[in-house]
């Protein structure tokens, strides 16, 4: 009963920090797609918003970029993408960092075959890298859930790839956010980075997995493939961006509840 009493604590607190926040409370109905007459069918609109804060060294972000590239021209993507209804997607990618930091990188790309995906990756990989301080998911969702609506393609499914490796620590409580996009009939998937550092015995952030579970990804299909080695980032990366335009579901893992580590989302 207790239990029960602080959940529906939480959830009307959560109502009440979205209205002080001043966010406007999320419609089911709404849908931010592109309905114009021109929107090329797809089957899956996806937008990667990769984390580029100061916690990721210079080692980290190589790898998490090299880990899209090669996952976007992989023989493994390539075959799930003709094995799609239309046999195309259309990508875009965008770095994040502060609440109002934002960047895109691969404005919307139609992938139909290896030439349009060894394109779209040349865009990403002339980009300089950088680095921006604090981390908001909230903020990178915020920005990611209105490009939908203008990217000149009609998806079967519309997709948010967020990695990072760290929770929120800037802006409004992320599952505020979160709530909005799902709503929007929008999945987000999470690839959280749990790397051992160099003067730490374990991940800065050690229950960054279940965070994201609990507080970042929902919709249909929705997933976290989680990083703790460097040796996993190109695989992990290939296996999530294969999973992604695939959209076969998941089995989640049988975890009894008494021995799971619990997180606060706020």
Known sequence: MRTRALLSILVAGGA?????????????????????????????ELVIAV??????????????????????????????????????????????AGQYDQKIILPWRLIDGPESAEAATNEIKRTPYRRAP?????????????LFDSSGYGGLRRVIDVSGDGSNNMGPP????????????????????MLTRGYATGPSVPNLDVYYEDCVIGGPGSFVIVIKEREQFKEATRNKLVQEIAGLPIKPPMVPVQARSRVYCY
């Open 134 to 146: 604090r981390t908001s998911i909230f903020g990178a969702l915020q920005f990611a859930k209105p």
């Open 16 to 44: 009440a920090a979205a209205a002080g926040w001043g966010l406007a409370a999320p419609k089911p109905e709404t849908v931010f797609a592109d309905k114009s007459p021109s929107a090329v069918p797809v089957d899956v």
């Open 174 to 193: 992320v599952t505020i956010m979160r709530d909005e996009v799902l709503a929007a009939g929008i999945t987000i998937n999470g690839l959280p980075i």
């Open 51 to 96: 984390d580029v804060s100061n916690s990721m060294d210079p080692e980290e972000q190589a790898l998490q970029r090299e880990g899209y590239i090669l996952g976007l021209t992989s023989r493994e993507f390539l075959q799930a993408l003709r094995n799609g209804s239309h046999g195309r997607i259309a990508i875009t990618y965008f770095e994040w």
